[in-house]
């Protein structure tokens, strides 16, 4: 159950002493107290509202060069002297692309607005003081503060995925004097203090004060007993106190609103249209020139602009933006792909030249479901093919500490022992029983054994290397059955119950890289202090050895991942005064973390170093095929990763990550300027060669010598950065945006992201895919063919536009350089639209080979990454084309019409369609029916318009002999030699494509 703020009575107010984001304070149960009210706390995602929707949306659209420009060319029509034909032949397109626009905009809206609702109207219980509930829930919906909880552990499990993308459960413990308290919790007086609101999600600081206590109970309050916002409580159910809401909670403090990425492909289509608008400008010149600058001169040199607006064409943007939209639905109704969904319909392209590819390794390339393979004991290592002699040194013992023989076995057995009691003790984990949620450490022995013996037995916690850990003490004979805030138990072979209470825990973070707990036993007394933690976090802990360095790079040059185990015991004095300097230092108010860690470090001196475990993070399936298409693709895979270089090293050997041709290069470790300088030098000597590189030299290189480091490292064909931060995994996603024109994929942060883990993540990525096999297809077909498909769709639209100016500028120059328009009215707006609109369009079915063809041959993707379907040397093709047919239609036209103009217009126009009809045929590679009902449907259209556009057509003239001879002629004139030039290609100089297809 969850607590919520009224205006009226509540379990919480705040007392703002200060306006945003201050510090404040949190009463229980006292609304005479609150100065200033919660911030509204409901979701706003809505970009628009009702007043600002139209005026919004035109501005986005008319921020574009080609909307404005033709906005302007619309708006001169009003002008009498500047009036081309009719009104509709300008302002109808423009409407139309505009409309598209804001019907698309309109349904995003509408599909936010419903989320925002459904998300706003869910109703949650409230605890209030007449102790009445309301409806219950189970997303959390503000930041809160953890009171208590109906598992008898005092602690809950909730699921961050939706906050931090990640799929492990975490522990939250409930604050211990109100945890132990009846369910009134008006009965005291009490308050929180809560820091500021920011952004950090992993970090709080804040103490709990009840002031009717005698004397007043202080606890301090931390990470572990918040309950944020947009997480969900996966066990029990919970009261919490509000501290935050609305726009002061983590989750909408780390809301980023995306930016509107821009493709590759439209800022080309877009210096195109500037060049188009260049030509444009310099035709109206060259026209206005060859009258001799007579007359209004300046007046027909605007004419003759509106005269060939249509060589940029304003459908161009339409066309564009309905085929992304095509590509994304393509893309989520692939069986091959499922589960994979589009968040963006502005970039699928993108996916089709992607140099680089950004991953991570865990739960990305891994499965990230560990196995414990290895123990080592400094003496002796136990893997999987010995480990029954560990089960049998735990099984034989009757008792606990065990009974040893000899004492060369008793040394190796005691070692043993301790290492598996120190890995069963030292951890967050919960076992969970089916039956019931936690299990009653207090029960009787008759029905302890009942309950331990459970096999639906299932462990619960934040990390699934603990898990591993402790799944694995199981099968030697040391078993977890019980664990709550104050104390756990573990069964051994015999049946007995070792009982110990837990004194202090101190959980793992990224920037300790360890995690320790101190216990005491029930039955001897004994206080241990445990830590477990990363190599290079607990070589300066524990007693010099001489093995530690060496075996945790033999362990990771097998792929596993290492966790050195240590413990240190403590007399009572030193316990206590321990504790005294730490509640004291959790107390304060600034600088608490600091305090806080110098206590705890007071500890970790000198402790005794007991084992190395390693555990494996399997591959997920396909990995290594994947990985190697994608570098046969000739893109570069980066893996960034926060293991070790040994075991990073490991992983891409083994998933193929770096082929077994190719050398690697480990980059030293550098820890000033020259040093950097020097392995740099020795790293430029090295060709073809992947990198490896530790975070700590990569940030010295970064700092001296950035631009030099990513020259470097882009020559690569793969890079790994292991020991990687997450802040430093988007530093270099950001200098690969900076420093290369190619373009990016990476998990966040990236020009197109496709996800594989994690909710929050996958919201923000561009592409969600559900394995990261799945990559392959993503990019190899639908990427491919999209940017080809798009790459085509394009240059048609503009071949289509520059064709029809091409007749209209020869048309002005057999008439004396007039400013007259060729066609006018409907026949303007039917040429861009029902007539040869949809076999335009379907130029989005259109493939060059089968998928499986792609998949097969991944080189043809290479081809894409250099730009070659979409560029100024195709695109001169494409005005070579237009000019030549033109002019063909023109002139032809003209030579062969009848005595009246009107022929003119029926023989050109009628030919211009034809043609472009067979154009769109002589562009398809595969056959769709689609495609052949839009030529049809096209053709038929305009057949059948002919008989009501008596306006611009002598039905007697266009059902003779003469009419159809003159078209045909025209038409094939304009169209045969392209035909053949396509089949003397094609058959001399094929295509890589076509070799594959034949």
Not at 116 to 143: C, F, H
Not at 313 to 324: A, F, Q, T
Not at 696 to 719: G, N, T
């Amino acid at each position: 159950m969850f607590s919520f703020p009224s205006c009226c009575d509540c379990l919480a107010h705040i007392c703002r002493r200060k306006k945003e984001l201050k510090a404040r304070t949190v009463w229980l149960g006292c609304p005479e107290k609150c100065e200033e009210k919660y911030p509204k706390n409901s979701i706003k995602n809505q970009k628009y509202n009702i007043f600002t929707f139209v005026p919004g949306v035109l501005y986005q659209q008319f921020k574009f060069f080609l909307n404005l420009y033709f906005l302007v060319v619309a708006c001169s029509q009003f002008v009498p002297s500047l009036k081309i034909g009719y009104l509709y032949t300008y302002w109808a397109p423009l409407g139309f692309v505009l409309a598209v626009t804001m019907v698309r905009e309109a349904v995003d809206e509408v599909r936010r607005c419903q989320r925002d609702k459904e998300m706003n109207s869910q109703l949650y219980s409230k605890l209030t003081v007449r102790g009445e509930w309301r409806e219950p829930n189970q997303r959390i919906p503000a930041d809160m503060i953890f009171l208590r909880t109906s598992e008898k552990t005092g602690s809950c499990f909730i699921r961050t995925d939706q906050l931090d993308g990640e799929t492990d459960w975490k522990l939250k413990v409930a604050v211990g004097c109100t945890q132990r308290l009846p369910a009134d919790l008006f009965s005291i007086s009490a308050y929180v203090y809560a820091q500021k609101p920011q952004l950090d999600i992993h970090s709080f600081e804040g103490n709990f004060t009840r002031e009717d206590a005698d004397p007043q109970i202080h606890e301090s309050l931390s990470i572990e007993n918040t309950l944020w916002a947009s997480t969900v409580v996966a066990s029990g159910t919970v009261i919490g106190v509000v501290i935050y809401t609305g726009k002061e909670t983590r989750s909408v403090l780390n809301t980023s609103y995306a930016k509107n990425k821009v493709g590759l492909l439209d800022l080309e289509l877009n210096r195109l249209t500037k060049a188009l608008f260049l030509a444009q400008v310099v035709l109206s010149v060259v026209m206005v020139a060859l009258q001799g600058f007579v007359g209004p001169w300046f007046r027909n040199l605007f004419r003759f602009v509106v005269l060939f607006s249509y060589i940029i064409p304003i459908s161009l943007r339409v066309n564009l933006d309905m085929g992304k939209s095509a590509y994304g639905w393509m893309i989520m109704k692939d069986e091959n792909i499922p589960g994979t969904v589009v968040r963006t319909s502005t970039i699928p392209e993108e996916l089709g030249r992607l140099v680089y590819l950004l991953t991570d390794k865990t739960g990305t390339l891994t499965q990230n479901e560990m196995v414990f393979k290895r123990l080592h004991l400094g003496t002796v290592s136990y893997g999987m093919d010995t480990m029954d002699e560990i089960q049998s040194h735990i099984i034989q013992s009757k008792c606990w500490p065990p009974t040893l023989g000899p004492k060369v076995r008793k040394s190796v057995s005691s070692r043993i022992h301790e290492a598996v009691k120190a890995i069963a003790l030292c951890h967050n984990v919960t076992p969970v029983y089916e039956s019931h949620a936690s299990v009653n450490g207090e029960t009787e022995s008759a029905e302890a054994d009942q309950d331990f013996s459970d096999d639906n037995r299932t462990y619960q916690a934040s990390s699934p290397d603990e898990v591993a850990l402790v799944r694995w003490t199981e099968s030697v004979g040391l078993t977890l059955v019980n664990r709550d805030l104050t104390s756990l138990q573990l069964k051994t072979p015999s049946g007995q119950i070792l009982s110990f209470y837990i004194l202090q825990i101190f959980p793992f973070t990224s920037e300790s890289k360890r995690m320790g707990i101190i216990v005491r036993e029930e039955s001897t007394g004994d206080i241990t202090f445990y830590m477990k933690g990363a190599d290079v976090a607990m070589a300066s802990i524990v007693q010099y050895n001489d093995w530690l360095e060496e075996e945790c790079g033999n362990m990771a040059r097998e792929g596993l991942r290492t966790l050195v185990v240590a413990k240190k015991s403590l007399s009572e004095e030193q316990y206590q005064d321990f504790e005294n300097r730490y509640n004291q230092a959790k107390l304060s108010i600034h600088d608490r973390a600091l305090k806080v860690a110098a206590v705890v470090e007071s500890l970790e001196r000198e402790m005794e170093l007991l084992c190395l475990t390693g555990v494996e993070d399997q591959l997920q399936a396909d990995v290594r095929p994947t990985l190697e298409l994608l570098r046969n693709a000739g893109i570069k895979i980066w893996m960034l990763t926060g293991d070790k270089l040994e075991t990073a090293t490991c992983i891409a050997k083994s998933s193929h990550l770096v082929s077994r041709n190719q050398d690697i290069h480990v980059f030293k470790p550098v820890s000033n300027r020259g040093e950097a300088h020097l392995e740099l030098n020795a790293f430029r000597r090295k060709h073809d060669c992947a990198l490896v590189i530790s975070g700590d030299s990569l940030e010295v290189c970064l700092r001296y010598y950035e631009h030099e480091f990513v020259e470097l490292a882009c020559q690569c064909p793969a890079v790994v950065c292991c020991r990687c931060s997450p802040t430093q995994k988007a530093q270099i996603v950001r200098l690969l945006q900076q420093h290369t024109a190619n373009r990016t994929c990476a998990i966040e942060r990236a020009d197109s992201g496709p996800q594989t883990e994690g909710k929050q993540a996958s919201l923000a990525a561009d592409f969600s895919i559900t394995q990261f096999k799945h990559i392959g297809r993503l990019l190899m077909v639908h990427g491919r063919n999209s940017y080809k498909r798009s790459a085509a769709l394009g240059q048609f639209v503009m071949h289509r536009g520059m064709i029809i100016s091409t007749m209209q500028a020869v048309f002005s120059s057999v008439f004396y350089f007039a400013s007259v328009p060729l066609y006018q009215g409907f026949l303007m707006v039917g040429y861009a639209t029902i007539y040869t609109m949809f076999p335009v369009f379907s130029l989005v079915l259109d493939q060059d080979v089968k998928p499986e063809m792609a998949l097969l041959y991944p080189e043809l993707y290479k081809d894409l990454t250099k730009g070659r379907s979409l560029s100024f040397k195709t695109f001169l093709i494409w005005v070579l084309i237009s000019v030549y047919q033109g002019g063909i239609l023109m002139y032809g036209a003209m030579v062969l019409f009848e005595s009246e103009f009107v022929h003119v217009v029926a023989i050109s126009f009628t030919a211009l369609i034809l043609t472009e009809l067979l154009m769109v045929a002589l562009t398809i590679r595969t056959w769709h029916w689609l495609m052949v009902v839009a030529e049809f449907f096209s053709l038929g259209c305009y057949l059948a318009s002919l008989a009501f556009l008596n306006e611009y057509f002598d039905l007697s003239f266009i059902t003779t002999w003469p009419f159809l001879w003159k078209v045909s002629a025209i038409t094939l004139v304009s169209c045969l030699p392209l035909y053949i030039i396509k089949y003397l290609k094609r058959k001399f100089s094929p295509p890589s494509y076509s070799k594959l297809s034949s």
